[in-house]
């Protein structure tokens, strides 16, 4: 099926991944003008005749709960500092997946295979699976009354649920690669690009050395891979070749494709080109995935409920921090679990005797495995530290988030939570518990 073409224009250099808009602010008054033109009643036509059950459009639906299968199953634990899959599990999950690829690597990593690394994005991004600690190992599980929602679902609900897990809020990080860099670095800003380049014949791959070396990282083949399992590309992958991972001969693109990333450009365009709009996302329920509802609920009125999470449990207690600046520095501090992060960085900056007279951020990862950073009032963002409190904080004991103090010096101390003790009358927090380790001058005397 002829791949659709999108209508707006763009400057684009010699090079096929250079994408230059002659400025930006030209090029979103471009894609606004032509996004109605791009979305024609051929495509709305494409999305009200398709159905959507474990086989089609793509084999997604299969393939995520052969995934969440093979989790539960096993005992897999967290690789490395990213939390990856194992890797001598890779291989088994690969080979029981609609469409396994063909690696001929003497180590595979996740990565190698992007079909898998495609299904743990949206695992992680939809809540259904998390970390659990297992002596000192962590260890994958199914989130219960995540799992619990999940199977309410009927077909055409857990598609949309996956699409959003995907386009709005499947962060790189989750991966273990940089997340952020704005519209020109979004997965659907990648997709668009992609279709872009893919003429009615097909999109020839491997005779196109520049495209296959260069052009494919770009677009990201964990995104390549999922596109194709959602139906939205058919790709024709060659045999496996030594020393390389997954070998696409040939993309071609699909008219459903077409017409879904279409109407997702239209969905962007409402919030003015950026999912996380805080107009948008201050009244609507984060735990909610239902994004994408009001553009495709239409098209799909099988689309009756919605994916919902449970808020995080807030343990009451009294919290333990160890807190060090490098190896042999180090200081043990208590806090209540209703003390914000403001309190927090207070007692640490009390502890190594620095003056609180610059700016904080303390950064960790969420529950989806995506770097959440809470600022000093004074930087404008929310939740900012003196609206976050400790008990809000998705730490299990060992993990360690980073606290980073004064932007221009950067002393960045290491905070390791430790403990939920009992909170009982009289004790008073935050206390210094244990001193280790002299600290170093904040503002050391570079003359003496």
Known sequence: MRCFRFLFEIGVCSSIMKYIPLNKDNF?????QNMKAAFSPAAGKLLRHQTIDENQPGSILRDFGI???FVRERELKASGINHLLPMDSLGELNAQLAKPVEIALKRPQQKSYPNINGLFLLGRALGLIGLQNRGRDKIFVLETEALSAWHELNATERYFTLLEGWIVRGSPEILG???????????LSNLVRLFEQIPAEGLQIE???????????????????????????????GAGQQGRSWIIEKIGGTGFGSAVVAQLLLTFEALDFNWGNEEFFGEHDRLAFDTLKPSFGSYFPEWRGCFRLSPAETIPGVYIFKVSLGKKTWRRIAVSFDDSLDVLSEAILAAFQFDNDHLHEFSFRDR?????????????KRPSTDEFTIGELPLQKGEVM?????????????????NIEPQSAGRK??????????APPQYPDWED
Do not use: C
């Open 67 to 69: 995934f969440l299968n």
């Open 28 to 32: 979103f008054g471009r894609l606004r």
């Open 368 to 380: 989806f495995g995506i770097r959440e950073r809470i600022g000093h009032p004074y930087l404008d």
């Open 177 to 187: 690669e940089r997340g952020g860099g704005g519209w020109y670095h979004h997965t």
């Open 402 to 418: 980073e606290y980073l103090f004064d932007f221009g010096d950067s002393w960045r101390f290491d905070v390791e939570f430790e």
């Open 207 to 237: 005779g196109n050395p520049k495209f296959r070396d260069y052009g494919l990282s770009f677009f990201g083949l964990h995104n390549i891979a999922l596109a194709e399992m959602f139906g939205w590309l058919e790709i024709e992958s």
């Open 429 to 438: 927090t935050p206390q210094i518990l244990e001193t280790h380790g002299k």
